[in-house]
C-alpha cells in the first residue's frame, strides 16, 4: 500500500485519457499543508487553482483534499466527503487575520439541476437519472459541509470554470 505511484488514469475511446489528472509540482512549500509529493490534481481546473495557491502571496496556507468531513447519508450510512482544496487567505485590511475557506471545484452543469431530456429514449432516461442522483447526492454533501465549515468557522465554495475564467485563473 506505499505505493507512490501516480493513479491511472480513466480511458475512453482509442485509450485515450478521460481526465486530466497528475501531481501538482508545489514551488512554495512553506505554503503547502500536507504531503507535497501527493498534491495530486483531478482535472485541468484544479492544476490551475493549485498553481494559482501557489503563487499568490494573498494565499498564507493551501492544502489538495486535505480536510475530511464525516457526514452520514439520507439512509444512514457514514461517508467522508474530501473536499479539493483548502485555502488561509490574509484579510487585505489585517494581514494578521486569516479567511479560512473549503473550495470544491465543479463544472457549472453539475451545480445546476438537470433538464428532464426532450426525446425520451432509454439512454436518454437512463442518462438523466445518473445526473439527477449525481446532482441529489452533491447537494447533500455541500449541505453537510456548509454545516461542518460553519461549526468550524470557515466558508464553504463552490468554484466553477466561470469563476476560474472570470478571476483569471485559467
Not at 493513479?7 to 514551488?27: L, V
Not at 512549500?29 to 490551475?48: A, M, V
Request: one cysteine or more; glycine letters at 4%; a positive charge.
Amino acid at each position: 500500500m506505499g505505493n507512490n505511484r501516480p493513479p491511472k488514469s480513466p480511458r475512453g475511446r482509442n485509450n485515450r485519457k478521460k481526465y486530466h489528472q497528475g501531481f501538482y509540482n508545489i514551488i512554495n512549500l512553506d505554503k503547502y499543508i500536507g504531503d507535497p509529493k501527493k498534491c495530486i490534481y483531478r482535472s485541468k481546473w484544479e492544476l490551475h487553482f493549485m498553481a494559482w495557491c501557489d503563487k499568490n502571496t494573498s494565499i498564507k496556507r493551501w492544502g489538495s483534499e486535505h480536510i475530511t468531513i464525516p457526514y452520514q447519508d439520507e439512509k444512514g450510512k457514514f461517508h467522508r466527503y474530501y473536499p479539493d482544496f483548502y485555502i488561509e487567505i490574509i484579510d487585505r485590511h489585517d494581514p494578521e487575520k486569516l479567511e479560512r475557506v473549503v473550495i470544491e471545484i465543479k463544472p457549472a452543469k453539475e451545480t445546476q439541476k438537470p433538464v428532464p431530456p426532450k426525446k425520451i429514449t432509454a439512454k436518454s432516461l437512463e442518462t438523466y437519472e445518473y445526473q439527477l442522483k449525481t446532482y441529489q447526492k452533491n447537494l447533500y454533501k455541500w449541505t453537510k459541509a456548509k454545516y461542518w465549515c460553519d461549526k468550524h468557522k470557515m466558508k464553504f465554495n463552490i468554484i466553477t470554470e466561470n469563476y476560474l475564467t472570470e478571476k483569471k485563473i485559467m
